[in-house]
């Protein structure tokens, strides 16, 4: 008899126990109704008007207070007080109202039936049992005053063996009902662990994932789906105004699903994304599937397998061809101190040591590709970091060469290995030097850090004003070996990307707007965010 058998079963004996409170104070009110007619003769011939008219009116009253109060006790001890009261009251009018004739004996059998409702096991049995025990012990008492009411001994026999019947056939059913509420709770709970867990395993996927009806307004967009269209939220947005571009892609498949979509830019400065459609139907309206691909990441992985495959490569014959490559250099140097050769001939052995050189660098790059170190990220102020570096960097210039340095607000910071850091920036202001110093006497370089308004996230820009690169040729300034120069390897820039990669930040190219030159922002992570 623990708390266990006296515990209502969930919410739904809560709600059967305000249906219960309704009930009884209903009963009570048609009590009362009745002893306030004219029935007389009726009211004459039960065993007590008098008390049951003073028991109909208590009846009513006590029910309604403890429905005034909302009374919702959780606990089966209250509940077990209440049934008892109920049943104990019922027995009280049964026998003021003169035996079984009365028909409250019935009402007492509702009772057990809504008590065992609320209180299963052997409590709900008890109750049951009270009720029977009182039918019968009062009717006993009124066979001593009447002889009349012995004859009621087979009803009320009866009235008590239906309590007892009430009793387990509820209990039946409220067992069903219990197993039933609680397989559904799990079930209920299982779905939204699923729920959950595919929430949170779209969320973490890297290919975009997004869902729109047909009026191409977003109804889902993965956190992938939004870093890979530089959108800080889509969801209830028209696909239009935020990627166009998108837009005309799936108004392509629309006309014919067999063409494989185009590749797509989100954004001037975003990433190139593969988009494939699937139609999703969802009752009677059918909304589209989109799945967003960062192709540039596919491409990079194969580069560096590539890479990495030729710098193993080239360290293993790095040292044969070194050999003879420096044997050339040597003769040609050689050759070159010779007083014999004419000016053609030592033109001649001029390109062999400068080709030669060349050669050396590449193999240095390469090796360096396959050698490169794990990156050891410190958390660094920028704007002093930026004016050491432009400091140390201007005592190394020729006078036609000129560093600028232009720091907006006051802690910018993130997290990058510095030597890492020295050698992009390194290599984005000498280059930007030797293109400036194409077109202008005074070659000049500006180093701009400012906070992006976007994002949030610090940026420095390397500008210059030289030639610029060509708008065919801006999508390929970052692949190995590609140059504009007889002398470079190709090298540079995207081991530099490559170095920004490896520290979380992002080297990317930008085109000056209505000025000639170039532009390449370094886009650093946030500081809390370390590297890989």
């Known amino acids: 008899m623990g708390t266990e058998s006296l515990a209502l079963p969930g919410s739904q004996g809560q709600r059967i126990l305000r249906v219960y409170h309704l009930y009884r104070i209903a009963i009570g009110l048609a009590l009362v109704l009745l002893i306030s007619s004219d029935l007389h003769d009726d009211l004459m011939r039960m065993r007590s008007p008098a008390l049951f008219h003073y028991g109909a009116w208590l009846y009513l009253i006590l029910n309604t207070l403890i429905a005034v109060l909302a009374y919702k006790p959780r606990q089966g001890l209250p509940i077990l007080s209440l049934a008892l009261m109920d049943v104990i009251l019922l027995s009280a009018l049964f026998y003021f109202a003169g035996g079984t004739p009365s028909g409250i004996g019935n009402l007492l059998i509702i009772a057990v039936a809504i008590a065992n409702i609320l209180l299963h096991g052997r409590i709900g049995l008890l109750i049951a049992a009270i009720a029977a025990i009182g ?46 509420e609680e397989l559904a709770l799990r079930r209920a ?23 729109l009806d047909s009026r191409q307004r977003v109804l ?49 400065d975003g990433p190139v994304l593969q988009p494939s459609f699937a139609a999703l139907q969802n009752g009677a309206e059918q909304n589209v599937l989109v799945f967003l691909e960062d192709i ?30 420096g044997a050339i250099s040597h003769a040609a140097q050689l050759l070159q101190e010779s007083d014999s050769l004419d000016q053609s001939d030592q033109r001649l052995a001029q390109i062999i040591q400068d080709h030669s050189r060349r050669m050396n660098l590449v193999i240095e790059n ?26 140390e960097f201007r005592g190394g210039l020729a006078p036609n060469q000129t560093l600028h340095l232009e720091t907006i607000g006051s802690s910018l910071q993130t997290r990058m290995d510095p030597n890492q850091l020295i050698q992009v920036l390194t290599n984005l202001v000498q ?23 976007v994002s949030d996230l610090p940026v420095v820009e390397v500008i210059d004003d030289g030639p610029g690169v060509p708008a065919e ?18 090298l540079g820039l995207y081991i530099s990307r490559e170095l920004c990669e490896s520290n979380r930040a992002w080297l990317d190219y930008r085109k000056r707007d209505e000025q000639s030159g170039s532009c390449f922002r370094i886009t650093f992570a946030h500081p809390r965010k370390r590297a890989e």
């Open 366 to 391: 390469v090796l360096q590709l396959s050698r490169r170190r794990q990156a050891e990220p410190q958390l660094l102020d920028l704007k002093y970091w930026l004016h050491r570096f432009a400091s």
């Open 189 to 211: 709970e299982e779905v939204a662990n699923l729920e959950a867990l595919n929430a949170l395993i779209l969320q973490r996927m890297r290919t975009g994932i997004l869902v």
């Open 431 to 453: 280059n930007g030097l030797r293109y400036s110093g194409q077109t202008h006497a005074q070659a000049q370089v500006w180093l701009r850090l400012f906070r992006d308004t």
């Open 296 to 325: 540039s990441q596919i491409a990079q992985k194969a580069q560096q397998l590539k890479l990495a495959s030729l710098g193993r490569l080239t360290a293993s014959i790095a040292h044969e061809i070194r050999n003879p490559l």
């Open 135 to 180: 039918l019968i012990y009062l009717t006993f008492y009124l066979s001593l005053g009447d002889p009349d009411a012995s004859r009621q001994y087979p009803q009320a026999a009866a009235l008590g063996t239906l309590c007892f019947a009430a009793a387990l056939l509820v209990q039946g059913l409220s067992r069903r009902l219990r197993v039933s």
């Open 473 to 490: 040729q801006e999508q390929l300034v970052f692949e190995p070996f590609f140059t504009t120069e007889n002398k470079g390897t190709g």
């Open 220 to 268: 889902l967009a993965n956190q992938g789906a939004l870093e890979l269209l530089r959108q800080e939220s889509l969801v209830g947005e028209r696909l239009a105004p935020r990627c166009p571009e998108l837009l005309k892609a799936m108004q392509r498949w629309r006309d014919n699903p067999t063409l494989r979509p185009q590749n797509l830019k989100a954004t001037a």
